[in-house]
Every structure is written in structure tokens, then in C-alpha cells.
């Protein structure tokens, strides 16, 4: 059985900074995609960045020079470095394993508000 656990998410004023973290556990293959996708209220998931194995990585056009992805294979761990926080970026942010299938995180919360 493969489980996400993110953390990371709060409050933060616009202009300001935080960092997601997502740990995976359970047998995973070797070869995946780990990626961070959101949710704001009434509208639909979207992605924001994903990165694969060796570090190839896909960004939303909207996060571009704010948000950094990494990953530490040995931990199964996903990361994302969020700078430069917008209004807009408040949403809830799941963090997703692609190998065989697709799992799912329980989301964390992030809000930038003044």
C-alpha cells in the first residue's frame, strides 16, 4: 500500500515563502513522476510542477521562476519551494506519485493573504 503525507501548508502574507514537503511509503517503483498539483475553491485540479527520476521537471506557466521542485530519491521525497506567494496561489496542494497507477495525497492547505 503506497501513501502520500504532505506537509508544509499555512498561512503566509503575499510576497512571503513556504515550502511543501510529500513523503512516499510503501513499495514504489524505482522509475516514477512526483508531482504537486492544487485546488482552489470552484475550480478544477490543475498542475503546478512535477519533476520525474533524473530530474526532468514541468512547470505551470503561472509559477515559473517562483516555485522550485526537487526530489531526494534515497527518501521518497518531494519537495516544493514556493517564493514570491500571490492571493492567487491559495489553494489546497496534493501531492501525486505516477508510477503503475496514480496516488494521491490528502492535500494541504495553503493560504497568502494580508
Known amino acids: 500500500q503506497v501513501q502520500l503525507v504532505e506537509s508544509g501548508g499555512g498561512l503566509v502574507q503575499p510576497g512571503g515563502s513556504l515550502r511543501l514537503s510529500c513523503v512516499a511509503s510503501g513499495i514504489i517503483s524505482r522509475i516514477n513522476v512526483m508531482g504537486w498539483y492544487r485546488q482552489a475553491p470552484g475550480k478544477q485540479r490543475e498542475l503546478v510542477a512535477k519533476?520525474?527520476?533524473?530530474?526532468?521537471?514541468n512547470y505551470a506557466d503561472s509559477v515559473k521562476g517562483r516555485f522550485t521542485i526537487s526530489r531526494d530519491n534515497a527518501k521518497n521525497t518531494v519537495y516544493l519551494q514556493m517564493n514570491s506567494l500571490k492571493p492567487e496561489d491559495t489553494a489546497i496542494y496534493y501531492c501525486k506519485l505516477e508510477e503503475q497507477r496514480d496516488y494521491w495525497g490528502q492535500g494541504t492547505q495553503v493560504t497568502v493573504s494580508s
Open positions: 519533476i520525474r527520476t533524473f530530474g526532468s521537471t
